[in-house]
């Protein structure tokens, strides 16, 4: 099946989430592979169904992540240095970062910072006590979520003022519709002075743990010996640009979208706190915080009846995947006592599944058991507004108040 849409565009996915959600039914639908022309590019196929994207995502062997796994088109020449992170890395390079990397995200060592988070938690949600309106966004997701994640590395929450407006850069890249300039040239400079003022801040940070290293995770990855390998400086500035961007911005976003849909669904919201565990798994089902992957076909591989060609250019659609009516009884509703529920908003299984699970479920088990005990009323009293991306599925703003 050849479509008339092009699913990477600003336009298609300014469209109102159901509208999105029908097409994607359709193509669940249809019994041979979805390719998406695309006008002056190579066009590239649509997994949208749960089995074929868990089966891709499972196979990096045939389904690569190289050159990248977080924009449709290649990085803009120059920056490939700074963007080559994990996700877009396939064995043994992957293996190799993962292996270091994985003993710092190990639920015993989170539980060192689990009294901070409860700490975080209980501060913000006296503030929305404090008073009647707020953006939810700004006073309790991204302060939760980005704080939690400097405390973790050591770093002071003012230098968010720093580095929160690269962060912003890096994550706008993944889609090509963004940061419109007047040449290439003066893109690239931009986006390469962006992911330079993050690289060398963990480089300055690197560099005083090496010296006096403390409790921080920042301390841990400067000094993990795995056999020998330690994180270079690049390999360490590459991991920090995907834990700060990816790390905070999805649990931000589930969560911003955990309170939409207890707004939306009141019966649900009453279920909660007896159900917080499936709770957190169902909210992020319905957010799917990443909403696709890119892979890379390497060498010719059969999946649902046709056979995908070396070159191939294929898209992941999580967002579709989490939505399959093969898989989920009642997709479209949102259920805190959903079980069993595999849903893929963490990736959908082998190399590449999410490091930061058991964080991200820290965070946002934590803040809903928090805020619903003690305000059991609190809402949102508008429509979310979304971010304008295709990779994030997010809200900018959700305007929320204490009944």
Known sequence: MVINQDLMTASFWAQPPDVRDELFAQLRATDGPVFCPREGTAGFYALTRHTDVVEAARNPGAFSSEPTAVRLDELPAGTEKYGGSMESMDDPRHARLRRIIAGSFTPRILARFEADIQERVTRLVDGLADRRESDFVETVSTPLTLGTVFSMMGIPVSASQELMPAVNIVLAIS??????????EEREAFIKEKFAVMHGFVTDL???RRKRPGE??????VNANVDGEFLTDLELGRFFTLLVAAGVETTRHALSHGIH???QNPAQRALLLDNLPTAVEEIVRCATPVAWVRRNVTRDYALHGHTYRRGDRVILYHCSANQDERV????HAFDVTRSPNPHVGYGGGGPHVCLGTHLARRQMTALLKELYTRLPGFHATARPTWVKASLVNGIERLPCAVE
């Open 206 to 208: 690197a560099e005083a």
């Open 216 to 221: 921080d995770l920042i301390s841990v990855l």
């Open 328 to 331: 989920f009884r009642k997709p």
């Open 261 to 263: 849909l207890l707004t």
């Open 175 to 184: 889609d090509s519709g963004n940061l419109d300039f007047q040449s290439p």
